[in-house]
C-alpha cells in the first residue's frame, strides 16, 4: 500500500488512510528530537513568559515567486512572536486540504516547511489533518499557531510610544503582495517580483538590545504599512504619526506595477517586513543594527510620533500635500497570506 | 458603519473592516482577563511542563444537534489535552470563513465557544480570521490550539500498558457521528440523536488520581472505538488487546441506525468518550470514578489488554466469533469534526 497521488477524503477519516499519511509522509519530513512520537499533544518547557500567537494560511497560488504556503506557515507566525520580542521554539500545524490535492504538492510544502522551520530553529512539535470535499476548500489552508519564550522583561507595546519617537521600517514595501497578485493572475507586469517572506527574529532580536529606547515592533502583513501604522495609534489619544510617503523604500517594479493597477505600496502585504518605533537618540543605532543583515540593508527612518495628530497618521506625499493615511477601505487582494 | 450581515471578502483584507469585524464582534464576545487587548500574540505563564495540541475543526453542518463548531472547537481541543493528564488553559483560535457566511450565523458560534470555554475554566488568548472567496471554502473552519498545564510527573502512554491491563470506555458510543450524518443528510432515521460533545476534562482528572495504575487515555473522536484501540497497540511488539463488541454500551437509537446504514458503532466518532487503560487492582475504582459523573455514568470495561496478541486488537463478536478488529479502512464519513 503506498500513498495515493492526489487526496481523498479517506486520507481524512481518522482510519488506516489517515494513518499512512501521517505516518509515511508528514511525520517523517516533520520530525525531531521534540516531537518524538505522533500524538495528538506534545510536551515542551520553557521558564518565565510564553508569548503563543495563531495564522491560517489561505494563500492562492500556494507555490509563488520567493516560497510558497509552507513557508510563508513557518516565517509568518514566527515573525509575530519576534516582533513581540520572543524567541520563536515550537509551532504547531494544523492542515485543511482539499480532496483531489496531488500529494506530490503536499510533500513539497512539507519540505518548505521543514526547511524554514530548521532556518527559523523551531520544531513542529504536533499536527492535525482534515480533508474536505472537492469544492469545499482551497487546496491547501495551513494553520500553524507559534510558542516562544521573551527575550527579556521589557514588553514591547505601541502604548510605549512618546511624542518625538522614530518610526523606522525594515526594508522595502510590497514585493509579497503583488508577488503573489502576479502568480494568480498571470499579470506580466509584475513577473519579475519575488515575495519578500523571511525570517525577522535575526532583526528584531538586535533591536531588543536596545532596552527600553525600543517601544514596538509590528510587521506590516496584511493591510501593509498603512495598517500598522494606523494600529499603532489608533486608540491612543496623546499621539500621532507623521509619516514621510518619499522615505518608503519601494523596488521600482512594485512602484510601476502599483501605479498601472491603482494600487497604494502602504497598503500591500508584505511578510519580510516590520515597523519599529523607537526613542529618538536610539534611532541612528537601530537602523545600523538593521542594516548589518541582508533582510534589512534597506531599513530607513520613515516619520516619527507626533502628538499634534492623536489617533492620526499624517502623511506627507511625494507631492508636497499632507493627508491622513487611514486603515485600507476597499477591496484588497484576498488570499494573500 | 456596522458590520454588515454577511462576510465579505474585505472582512479578511486586514483594513478597516477587517479592523472592525475584530473589535465590534469577534473580540467582545470572547475577551477575558488574560487576553486583554487584540494584538497578534498574547504572553502567559505556566510553571512546569506544557501540552499543546492542535485541530482544524471543518464539520458540515456547523450547528447539529447538541452543538456546532464552536463548542466542538473548544471541547474537542480541551479533550485532546485532558486525557495527556494536562489541565486545558488557554485556547487559540483561528477562523477560515467563507465570503458570504451570515455574520449571525458567526456570532452564534462565537458565542458557543465563548460558553464552552467558560464552562472548560479555559481563555481564549489570540486569534486570526481569514476570509476565502465564495467556492473555496466551507463556510466556517475553526483552528483550535490548546494549551494545558501538566496535573503531575506521571506520562501517560500506550508504551505504559502491561498484560492483564483493563480497557475502560466512559460511556455510550456513535451519537456525534451519526447525529451530523442525519443532520447533513436529513436522515430521518437518526433525527433524534444527538451528539456527545462534552468537557472530559473532569473525568480524565479523577482518573489522573490513580497515579501510575492509570496507564493511557484517548478520546475515541475520528475512526471511533477502532482506531484508538488499535493506535494503542500498533507500535507494539509485547500486547494487544481483547476486546468484548457486546460490552460496548451503544444507545438504541445509534444501533438501529448504524445497522441500517451499514455501519459500525466502533468506528463512529464520538466527542464526549474516552478509552482508559488501567491496572487491573485499579479497575472498580476507575470505574466507579467515571460513573460518578453524568458524562461517564455508563462507564465499563469492554476488555483486557493481552500478551498472545502483539500489536492486535481481538474483538469477541456479538455472536461468539473472533476476529481482528482493524483500523477503519474504506470511506467513513467525511467532515465529521
Known amino acids: ?167 523606522l521600517i525594515s526594508g522595502p514595501i510590497g514585493s509579497h503582495g503583488l508577488a503573489i497578485l502576479a502568480a494568480r493572475e498571470g499579470l506580466k507586469i509584475a513577473a519579475c517580483l519575488s515575495s519578500d517572506c523571511a525570517a525577522l527574529f535575526p532583526l528584531c532580536s538586535a533591536l531588543y538590545s536596545l532596552g527600553k529606547d525600543l517601544r514596538f515592533m509590528r510587521d506590516a502583513t496584511r493591510g501593509g504599512a498603512a495598517a500598522v501604522l494606523n494600529e499603532a495609534v489608533g486608540g491612543n489619544c496623546e499621539c500621532g504619526l507623521e509619516i514621510l510617503e518619499t522615505a518608503f523604500p519601494v523596488p521600482t517594479a512594485v512602484a510601476a506595477a502599483s501605479d498601472l493597477l491603482g494600487l497604494n505600496p502602504m497598503e500591500i502585504a508584505n511578510e519580510g517586513v516590520f515597523i519599529a518605533m523607537v526613542a529618538p537618540a536610539a534611532a541612528d543605532k537601530a537602523i545600523s543594527l538593521l542594516r548589518s543583515f541582508d533582510t534589512g540593508r534597506e531599513a530607513c527612518q520613515i516619520g516619527a510620533v507626533d502628538s499634534r495628530y492623536p489617533g492620526k497618521v499624517i502623511l506627507e506625499t511625494a507631492v508636497g500635500g499632507r493627508r491622513i493615511l487611514d486603515l485600507p477601505r476597499g477591496l484588497l487582494l484576498p488570499r494573500i497570506c
Open 1 to 167: 500500500m503506498s500513498t495515493s497521488d492526489r487526496i481523498t477524503l479517506e486520507h481524512g477519516s481518522g482510519g488506516a488512510l489517515s494513518r499512512q499519511l501521517t505516518e509515511e509522509l508528514i511525520y517523517p519530513i516533520l520530525k525531531n528530537e521534540a516531537y518524538g512520537e505522533l500524538s495528538d499533544a506534545t510536551a515542551f518547557e520553557i521558564q518565565g513568559r510564553v508569548f503563543i500567537t495563531t495564522d491560517t494560511y489561505v494563500v492562492d497560488p500556494p507555490f509563488f515567486p520567493g516560497g510558497d504556503i509552507g513557508t510563508l506557515g513557518v516565517f509568518g507566525t514566527c515573525n509575530d512572536l519576534a516582533v513581540c520580542g520572543a524567541r520563536p521554539r515550537y509551532l504547531t500545524m494544523g492542515l485543511v486540504l482539499e480532496e483531489g490535492f496531488p500529494t506530490s504538492d503536499l510533500k513539497r510544502v512539507l519540505e518548505s516547511v521543514r526547511r524554514a522551520a530548521d532556518r527559523s530553529r523551531v520544531q513542529v512539535i504536533t499536527g492535525d489533518t482534515k480533508v474536505v470535499p472537492s469544492g469545499k476548500g482551497g487546496g491547501i489552508f495551513m494553520n500553524t499557531t507559534g510558542v516562544g519564550e521573551a527575550l527579556g522583561n521589557h514588553l514591547l507595546s505601541a502604548k510605549n510610544i512618546k511624542s518625538g519617537d522614530k518610526v
